[in-house]
Protein backbone atom coordinates (compact mmCIF):
# COMPACT_ATOMS: atom_id res chain seq x y z
CA UNK A 1 0.00 0.00 0.00
CA UNK A 2 1.02 3.53 -0.90
CA UNK A 3 2.56 5.75 1.86
CA UNK A 4 1.78 9.10 -0.68
CA UNK A 5 -2.06 9.77 -0.72
CA UNK A 6 -4.17 9.00 2.64
CA UNK A 7 -7.47 8.85 1.39
CA UNK A 8 -10.08 10.51 -1.23
CA UNK A 9 -9.90 14.36 -0.33
CA UNK A 10 -13.49 15.37 -2.29
CA UNK A 11 -15.76 14.27 -5.41
CA UNK A 12 -16.95 16.39 -7.50
CA UNK A 13 -20.28 16.03 -9.57
CA UNK A 14 -22.94 18.16 -11.11
CA UNK A 15 -26.44 18.87 -9.49
CA UNK A 16 -29.07 20.91 -11.41
CA UNK A 17 -30.35 21.99 -7.59
CA UNK A 18 -27.72 22.25 -5.42
CA UNK A 19 -30.16 23.23 -2.53
CA UNK A 20 -32.15 19.95 -2.94
CA UNK A 21 -28.42 18.36 -2.92
CA UNK A 22 -27.54 19.06 0.35
CA UNK A 23 -30.82 18.99 2.54
CA UNK A 24 -31.00 15.24 0.66
CA UNK A 25 -27.18 14.80 2.22
CA UNK A 26 -27.79 16.13 5.32
CA UNK A 27 -31.05 14.08 6.12
CA UNK A 28 -30.12 10.57 5.18
CA UNK A 29 -26.36 11.71 6.28
CA UNK A 30 -25.99 13.94 9.15
CA UNK A 31 -24.25 16.18 6.58
CA UNK A 32 -22.10 19.62 7.29
CA UNK A 33 -22.32 22.17 5.10
CA UNK A 34 -18.53 23.37 4.94
CA UNK A 35 -18.49 25.57 2.02
CA UNK A 36 -21.22 26.88 -0.19
CA UNK A 37 -20.24 30.05 -2.32
CA UNK A 38 -20.15 31.21 -6.03
CA UNK A 39 -17.36 31.30 -7.99
CA UNK A 40 -17.36 32.63 -11.47
CA UNK A 41 -20.81 32.71 -11.75
CA UNK A 42 -20.65 29.11 -10.68
CA UNK A 43 -22.43 27.81 -6.96
CA UNK A 44 -20.56 25.16 -5.28
CA UNK A 45 -20.13 23.53 -2.24
CA UNK A 46 -18.40 21.23 0.25
CA UNK A 47 -20.54 18.92 1.82
CA UNK A 48 -18.48 16.46 4.79
CA UNK A 49 -20.60 13.08 5.14
CA UNK A 50 -17.35 11.69 7.17
CA UNK A 51 -14.21 12.38 9.17
CA UNK A 52 -12.45 11.80 5.68
CA UNK A 53 -14.83 12.32 2.72
CA UNK A 54 -15.86 15.36 1.16
CA UNK A 55 -18.89 15.55 -1.88
CA UNK A 56 -17.92 18.71 -4.36
CA UNK A 57 -20.95 19.29 -6.02
CA UNK A 58 -21.52 22.00 -8.59
CA UNK A 59 -24.94 23.37 -9.85
CA UNK A 60 -25.58 23.82 -13.25
CA UNK A 61 -28.91 23.77 -15.45
CA UNK A 62 -31.19 20.94 -15.31
CA UNK A 63 -30.71 19.99 -19.05
CA UNK A 64 -26.74 19.24 -18.48
CA UNK A 65 -27.64 16.52 -16.22
CA UNK A 66 -28.17 13.08 -17.83
CA UNK A 67 -30.71 11.42 -15.31
CA UNK A 68 -31.04 7.82 -14.33
CA UNK A 69 -28.72 5.81 -16.53
CA UNK A 70 -27.89 1.94 -16.11
CA UNK A 71 -24.38 0.77 -15.01
CA UNK A 72 -21.65 1.80 -17.23
CA UNK A 73 -23.79 3.79 -19.14
CA UNK A 74 -22.91 7.16 -16.76
CA UNK A 75 -19.91 8.19 -18.28
CA UNK A 76 -16.51 8.67 -16.70
CA UNK A 77 -18.07 9.10 -12.87
CA UNK A 78 -20.03 5.49 -12.81
CA UNK A 79 -21.27 5.76 -8.87
CA UNK A 80 -19.33 6.58 -5.52
CA UNK A 81 -19.81 4.29 -2.99
CA UNK A 82 -19.64 5.47 0.84
CA UNK A 83 -18.23 3.31 3.68
CA UNK A 84 -20.87 2.72 6.70
CA UNK A 85 -18.89 3.41 10.13
CA UNK A 86 -20.52 0.31 11.40
CA UNK A 87 -23.35 -2.11 10.73
CA UNK A 88 -25.86 0.34 12.74
CA UNK A 89 -24.89 3.24 10.71
CA UNK A 90 -25.36 0.87 7.53
CA UNK A 91 -28.14 -0.06 8.70
CA UNK A 92 -29.68 3.65 10.16
CA UNK A 93 -28.62 4.90 6.32
CA UNK A 94 -30.78 1.92 5.06
CA UNK A 95 -33.48 2.96 7.03
CA UNK A 96 -33.20 6.52 6.14
CA UNK A 97 -33.39 5.69 2.56
CA UNK A 98 -36.14 3.55 2.20
CA UNK A 99 -37.68 6.29 4.45
CA UNK A 100 -37.20 8.75 1.74
CA UNK A 101 -38.20 6.45 -1.34
CA UNK A 102 -35.13 6.83 -2.86
CA UNK A 103 -33.86 3.12 -2.32
CA UNK A 104 -32.39 1.50 -5.61
CA UNK A 105 -33.44 -2.40 -5.11
CA UNK A 106 -36.49 -3.50 -4.92
CA UNK A 107 -37.90 -4.33 -1.04
CA UNK A 108 -34.95 -2.49 0.32
CA UNK A 109 -32.78 -5.98 0.21
CA UNK A 110 -29.15 -5.38 0.40
CA UNK A 111 -26.45 -7.37 -1.46
CA UNK A 112 -24.40 -9.67 0.87
CA UNK A 113 -20.96 -10.13 -1.06
CA UNK A 114 -19.42 -12.06 1.52
CA UNK A 115 -16.89 -9.58 2.79
CA UNK A 116 -19.25 -6.59 2.54
CA UNK A 117 -22.70 -5.26 2.20
CA UNK A 118 -23.77 -3.32 -0.13
CA UNK A 119 -26.87 -0.80 -0.93
CA UNK A 120 -27.84 1.11 -3.94
CA UNK A 121 -29.77 4.26 -3.97
CA UNK A 122 -30.65 7.27 -6.29
CA UNK A 123 -29.46 11.17 -5.14
CA UNK A 124 -32.24 13.59 -6.43
CA UNK A 125 -30.71 13.89 -9.71
CA UNK A 126 -31.65 10.69 -10.27
CA UNK A 127 -27.50 9.26 -9.72
CA UNK A 128 -26.83 5.75 -8.89
CA UNK A 129 -24.91 5.39 -5.55
CA UNK A 130 -23.98 3.34 -2.94
CA UNK A 131 -23.07 2.59 0.97
CA UNK A 132 -20.72 -0.23 1.69
CA UNK A 133 -20.54 -1.84 5.06
CA UNK A 134 -17.30 -4.35 5.37
CA UNK A 135 -17.66 -6.94 7.88
CA UNK A 136 -15.22 -6.85 11.05
CA UNK A 137 -12.37 -8.65 10.21
CA UNK A 138 -12.95 -9.66 6.42
CA UNK A 139 -10.35 -10.16 3.91
CA UNK A 140 -10.26 -10.24 0.46
CA UNK A 141 -10.56 -13.92 1.00
CA UNK A 142 -14.27 -13.55 2.13
CA UNK A 143 -15.08 -11.73 -0.82
CA UNK A 144 -17.79 -13.62 -3.21
CA UNK A 145 -17.92 -14.27 -6.52
CA UNK A 146 -20.76 -12.29 -8.64
CA UNK A 147 -22.53 -15.47 -8.83
CA UNK A 148 -22.47 -16.13 -5.42
CA UNK A 149 -23.81 -12.63 -4.05
CA UNK A 150 -27.08 -12.96 -2.34
CA UNK A 151 -29.79 -10.47 -1.65
CA UNK A 152 -30.40 -10.49 1.77
CA UNK A 153 -32.85 -8.54 4.36
CA UNK A 154 -30.24 -7.78 7.00
CA UNK A 155 -33.11 -6.84 9.49
CA UNK A 156 -35.52 -10.20 9.01
Same mark, same amino acid.
Given at each position: ??????????????????????? %????????????????? $??????? +?????????????????????? +?????????? %?????????????????????????????????? $????????????????????????????????????????? +??
Amino acid at each position: MSDLVADLHHMTFLTADLDRLID %FYVRIFDANVTLDRVNN $GRRHAFI +EIGPHTVLHPFEVPASVIPGRQ +EIFERGRLDH %FALNATSEEAFLEIRRRLIAEGVYAIEDGLVTDM $GAMWSLSFHDPDDAWQEVIWVKPDASLDDFKDLSEWEMIDP +EA
